[in-house]
Structures are given as structure tokens and as C-alpha cells.
């Protein structure tokens, strides 16, 4: 891998290293992010089928945020977690085997 850092070409091998890390590192970040979001879009679901019409002086920008307030009073830090195994793996994968067949693809046949 120090040999790749000074200049001479990377190896498949560790190009999907470099894109399996680089996965895992997206993956950390968007589990939380996916969380809070379906929870957000489940209770904006059920209360718009409670409430037929919205509140006039409520905005659209302080909807969300209590929304989002609602959300988070229910949630423990942990469940920010859910689902990051299946979300990792995907990111991790899917960016590793990227940039090796990428990289195959663009050298001339």
C-alpha cells in the first residue's frame, strides 16, 4: 500500500480495500441518518391519516422539526444502530467492487 502512496499504480487489491473502507466509513454515517429518516416518514404517514389537513399557521419548516423532536424523544441512542450490519455490508461492498471495475474499464482493450 506504501508503494501505491509514492506514485506507482494501485493493485486491484487494493483498490478494494481503499473502496470497502471508504464504504464502511459511509456506512457509519448513514445508519443514523436512514433511522431517524424512515421513523420521520412513518410518523409523518400515520399523522397525516390522523389530521386530514394540516395546521394553516403551522409551516412546512416547523412541522419537520417537531416532527423530528417527536421522533427523537422516543428513540434511545442504540436505535440509532438499527439496521447498520446490512447497511455496511452494502456500502462497503458495493464501493469496494467499484473502484477495481472501474479502474479495469477505463484501461484501453
Known sequence: MLRSLVGSEMCIRDRFQAGGGGG???GVMITPLEVLKLRMQI???????LITSPSASS?????RVGLLRS???TM???DLGAGFTPTVLREAGT???FFP?????KRPI
Open 24 to 26: 464502511l466509513v459511509i
Open 101 to 105: 471495475l472501474n479502474e479495469l474499464l
Open 43 to 49: 410518523r409523518n404517514k400515520i399523522e397525516e391519516q
Open 71 to 73: 421522533v427523537m424523544s
Open 59 to 63: 409551516s412546512s419548516q416547523q412541522r
Open 95 to 97: 464501493v469496494g467492487i
Open 76 to 78: 434511545r441512542v442504540r
